[in-house]
């Protein structure tokens, strides 16, 4: 199983951005993914969750309301859309997957398969 991260960049506060994960190798449908952050000098925090079926999400309170986390199955890809973002999303963001069948917050569970992270640097 591979996760591969991408979409990372430079934007300026307030901007937005669009990461997206793309999932290959599951022999079966029923995964969940969560998007975790890594800011250098801080621990490794969840982000959001997206469920099994893509039908339901969670998020931090540091994001809710800002970022939106979706689910393309068929592409199996998942898109977490960063809008009004601000210099402390700065991070290196991961893409990390559960099989099973999950949903709500999933951020303290082992997840089974990780990517590489892609960096989200928010400066004027």
């Known amino acids: 199983v591979q996760l591969q991260a991408s979409g990372g960049g430079l934007v300026q506060p307030g901007g937005s951005l669009r990461l997206s994960c793309t999932v290959s190798?599951?022999?079966?449908?029923?995964?969940?993914v969560t998007w975790f952050r890594h800011a250098p000098g801080t621990e490794r925090e969840g982000v959001s969750s997206i469920s099994s079926t893509g039908g339901s999400t969670f998020y931090a309170d540091s994001v809710k309301g800002r970022f939106t986390m979706s689910r393309d199955i068929a592409k199996n890809t998942v898109y977490l859309q960063m809008d009004n973002l601000k210099p402390e999303d700065t991070a290196v963001y991961y893409c990390?997957?559960?099989?099973?069948?999950?949903?709500?917050?999933?951020?303290?569970?082992?997840?089974?398969?990780w990517g590489k992270g892609t960096q989200v640097t928010v400066s004027s």
């Open positions: 190798g599951f022999t079966s449908d029923y995964y969940a």
């Open positions: 990390a997957a559960k099989a099973g069948y999950y949903s709500g917050n999933l951020f303290d569970l082992r997840h089974d398969y």
